[in-house]
């Protein structure tokens, strides 16, 4: 509290003081974290002197209690109280973000999205208290490993993403090794059982066939398939989609079919444009499928393998082969 900057050695020569606004009155409250962190500080001030009263002071302390227990209310909603990644909508937002960066700039950018592999046996085998330490271990590895700049964030039971700005898909790559290698080096000792585990990892750089985060995220999901498909512990990044030349994809109208859990479900698709290398298709609702499938198109003859790239709520962009 000083109720006269002009005579407090501490302020009186402070540009604040001798210059606008002229401050001549202060008073601070510090805001401290729960864990004791001094973050910042809830003041008053007057261009005139004047003392402050204990009644003034006290509705200034209960301010600065409120204001604390606001920004932790922010922080629990942002943070997943388990690992303290990201929270799934915060890493959305701020991933939204950093790829429309971007974008916007032409800088690199890339996704990475990685899941414990046969994680549910953890939790079968030993029970949901030690898969949650296994959880939290294994990001606290990886969050060692990232930059300051970087996002972390949980998206799903034990899949997490990442984004890694100003980073293309070849450091990216080394990123994710380097991570995968990590999680794999940790042991844990439940009775005289050393238990490991690993993890899979898809990557996917931003280019400019992609227009948002979602597409972006869709297709380093479809990365981490591949590297589970492939046998799991491994890290794989799909190449840039190279853009198709006009003349190549064509416009149509066909009737086709979704097929996948080999063979025995199938979704009614329409499909809007068709090439040597992939497709456009609408379909009713894109929730619920998967990332790799076979396109069907009977009129045709036509049986292809695929993945998607990109997606809308009712469209999907998708790669043969």
């Keep these: 509290v000083v109720p006269d900057t002009l005579s407090d050695p501490h302020f009186a020569n402070d540009p604040l003081v001798t210059g606008a606004p002229f401050i001549r009155a ?89 899941d414990l592999d046969h994680f549910k046996s953890v939790n079968d085998t030993f029970g949901h208290g030690f898969g949650d330490t296994v959880l939290k271990d294994s990001v606290s590895t990886c969050r060692e490993l990232l930059r300051t700049t970087d996002l972390l964030g949980r998206i799903g039971g034990e899949e997490f993403g990442i984004i890694l700005p100003h980073t293309g898909r070849k450091a990216a790559l080394d990123v994710a090794e380097k991570l995968r290698e990590a999680v794999a080096r940790q042991e844990w000792q439940i009775g005289e059982t050393t238990w490991r585990v690993t993890a899979s990892f898809g990557l996917a750089a931003l280019d400019k066939s992609l227009r948002d985060f979602e597409a972006l ?59 040597e290398t992939g497709a456009g298709i609408d379909v009713f609702t894109a ?12 009129a045709d003859q036509l049986v292809r393998s695929c993945h998607v790239v990109d997606q809308t709520e009712k469209h999907l962009e998708i790669r043969f082969g």
């Design 217 to 275: 995220l869709a297709r380093a999901d479809s990365a981490l398939y591949s590297a589970k498909a492939e046998g799991r512990n491994r890290s794989v990044a799909l190449r840039p989609v190279e853009p198709e030349r006009a003349t190549v994809r064509r416009r149509v109208l066909k009737a086709g079919r979704i097929s996948f859990n080999s063979g025995h479900s199938s979704i009614d698709c329409t499909v809007r444009s068709l090439s």
């Design 26 to 114: 202060y008073a601070g409250i510090p805001l401290r974290t729960p864990d004791g962190h001094a973050i910042g500080t809830l003041c008053a001030m007057d261009d005139k002197p004047r003392a402050f009263t204990a009644e003034q002071i006290g509705v200034l302390q209960d301010l600065a209690h409120f204001a604390v227990n606001e920004l932790e209310l922010r922080r629990l909603a942002t943070t997943d109280c388990l690992t303290g990644a990201l929270s799934r909508r915060a890493f959305r937002d701020e991933a939204g973000r950093a790829v429309g960066l971007a974008l916007r700039h032409g800088h690199d950018l890339t996704c990475v999205v990685f």
């Design 287 to 298: 929730a619920g499928i998967p990332k790799n499938f076979d396109l069907v198109i009977d």
